[in-house]
């Protein structure tokens, strides 16, 4: 729980678990947290994305005051074409936690990967598989899938990160398979504490896909 204040000078409080009441002046706020694809988007026929009912919850959720949070491997950019605008979302955590924007635009927290580190990891993997690259304006792609280019923001380079003309924020490995994906995990532990703040394998293998933790959204709210 989140206990806050409309008075500007006080910050918000987080009340201990068990605990009841909060500071006088108060009133209890709950903040949500939501991954998107296969928590908050499904495949529904040729649709894929929130469900009516979901999106029903998620409004009268916030609508009492309380604080929704979408959060995704996925880059900003990525998250902001692919979210309608009627989910009422207050902050968004992207590019798999390096970068926090709250719904006024403000950026509370973005880290890049220096450029030589991103031409070191990806050129050092020869997997022939799709790589992606979340930035500011755009989502670049090294052999983009079937598809892919159809999306708003999204650019293709050939097998050079140097064509990619401004900071990267998250890079995403993409492929269907579990080899892959072990093969990969391995690798990446080789830049471990070397400043690289993000990493997805966009695909989720081994991940149901149709487990369904959006359910709660119409048992709670």
Known sequence: MIWDCAEPSYRPE???EGTEGGPAG??????LSSDLDGTLFFRQGD???????DIDALVRFTGTGNILVLNSGRPYISVLGA???SIPWDYVISDSGARITAKDGRTLMHRTIPAELVDEAVSGFDSGEPFTFG???AVYCIRPAEGWMSHAG???ISASVAEIPEPVTSFAF???????VGRFAAYMEEFRGRGLPAFVNGLNVGVTSDFSKGEALLLRA
């Open 14 to 16: 987080v009340r201990k």
């Open 26 to 31: 108060y009133r209890e706020r709950i903040l």
């Open 47 to 53: 649709y894929y994305g929130p469900r009516r009912p």
């Open 83 to 85: 979210v309608p605008e």
């Open 135 to 137: 930035c500011d304006s």
């Open 154 to 156: 999204t650019r293709r």
């Open 174 to 180: 993409h492929t269907e398979s579990a080899e892959e």
